[in-house]
């Protein structure tokens, strides 16, 4: 219960920073027509404003006035948001005395959407650092202006449309910074939820668990949506921790439904026991037999019924166990064939035996009973002489 409140209270916190941080340092540039700046000739339909979003098309530049100059050497971070048909770029404008909507001077670095990330056409969302340099070598001092151009001299935007620009005066790093430490709290409850499956008993506290990391991911799948490393990585985390904890769900599941046949995996293991403890009795051992196969029959069905490896196991062991005691009836059987062919042939030798016997004593007498018939003849003709 503990770590479940530490999750929430986490949570909370985060929930609060991210009303906190980026309310404070993240300035909204309305996209209407008060703050459209210098922009290159067009057609009517060059620019349109219309339920917050701006889109230019056919148009080679056009620019937005910033909520405050950038003085040379500063660098603010333009967050832009949008859609698009073609690449673009983009770069800060330098502040003209005389001129009403400022100088078209360029006074930046400038980013290109193809050479970071963005994919034509789609959606883009975007974290632009720029540093204010007298690129163009005009000596001015300061930018008041973000100007939108397309991807290369002489050519125009593309039904570029954007939904959203923020402004920070700051850098990549320090609004990375700060997303790190808003989504940090999210990768802890998620780190949290871990835990606490680890320790878990029970179906309910482990799904529990699940549920407390999920919902860390998808807080943190939000953040990540700004395409920081570092809350990429808190994110990756999360998820790791969210497969860790459907592992420790799908091993107690396995746990339970190896539980639930461990009479049956006992009684196949028994039948081998009684099988080899038979002493070639074929009766007894096709009783084993039997109930080995009954059993492994309830092993084989739950293993079917549920994919998990430690059932498979078990229904492949009592598979196993079960030909083993076939092998043993096998024996078993073939013994009593042979001892049935020796007590065959013994008797069959013990006939030919007496047979012979037999004849013997009745050749014996016939050839006495012929000495005899002899003797008796030659008698008789000896009286008559």
């Known amino acids: ?176 910074a700060d997303a790190v430490a808003e989504a940090q709290p999210f990768a802890d409850a998620a780190a949290a939820a871990l835990e606490t499956a680890k320790s878990a008993e029970g179906s309910d506290a482990l799904n529990a668990a699940l549920a407390d990391a999920q919902a860390a991911v998808d807080s943190l799948t939000e953040k990540a949506a700004s395409g920081f490393p570092g809350v990429n990585a808190l994110l ?10 459907e592992k420790l769900i799908e091993a107690s599941a396995a746990g339970d439904a190896l539980a639930a046949v461990q009479a049956d995996i006992d009684a196949v293991n028994n039948a081998l026991t009684a099988a080899k403890d038979a002493n070639g009795d074929v009766a007894a051992i096709q009783a084993a037999l039997d109930e080995a196969k009954a059993a492994a029959a309830k092993i084989d069905e739950a293993a079917n019924a549920a994919d998990y490896k430690e059932l498979k196991a078990a229904s492949k062991s009592a598979s196993a166990t079960v030909t083993e005691i076939e092998g043993v009836l096998k024996d078993a059987e073939e013994a009593v064939k042979k001892a049935e062919a020796a007590k065959k042939a013994e008797e069959e030798a013990a006939a030919a035996s007496k047979k012979k016997t037999t004849t013997i004593v009745i050749v014996v007498i016939a050839v006495v009973v012929v000495i005899a018939v002899i003797a008796a003849v030659l008698l008789k003709g000896k009286k008559k002489k």
């Not at 405050?68 to 967050?79: A, I």
């Not at 998820?239 to 904890?245: F, G, H, P």
């Open 1 to 176: 219960m503990k770590k479940l409140f530490s999750v929430a209270v986490a949570v909370l916190l985060a929930l609060c920073m991210s009303i906190c941080v980026f309310a404070a340092d993240e300035i909204e540039i309305p996209l209407d027509a008060e703050h459209v700046g210098a922009s290159s000739s067009g057609g009517p339909d060059a620019l349109t404003i219309e339920n917050g979003t701006l889109t230019a098309n056919d148009i080679a530049l056009f620019s937005l006035v910033l909520p405050e100059n950038v003085p040379l050497g500063d660098t603010v971070v333009v967050h832009l948001k949008g859609t698009s048909d073609g690449d673009f770029r983009v770069w800060l404008l330098g502040a003209g005395e005389t001129d009403e909507k400022g100088s078209e001077a360029t006074f930046s670095n400038q980013w290109k959407a193809s050479e970071n990330g963005a994919e034509f056409p789609g959606e883009f969302e975007k974290y632009i650092e720029l540093t204010a340099e007298d690129y163009d070598g005009q000596s001015l001092t300061e930018a008041d202006r973000l100007a939108l151009k397309g991807p290369s001299f002489g050519t125009n935007l593309s039904n570029t449309k954007l939904t959203y620009v923020g402004i920070v005066y700051g850098t990549v790093a320090d609004l990375e």
């Open 236 to 245: 990756s985390d999360a998820k790791n921790a969210v497969k860790e904890i």
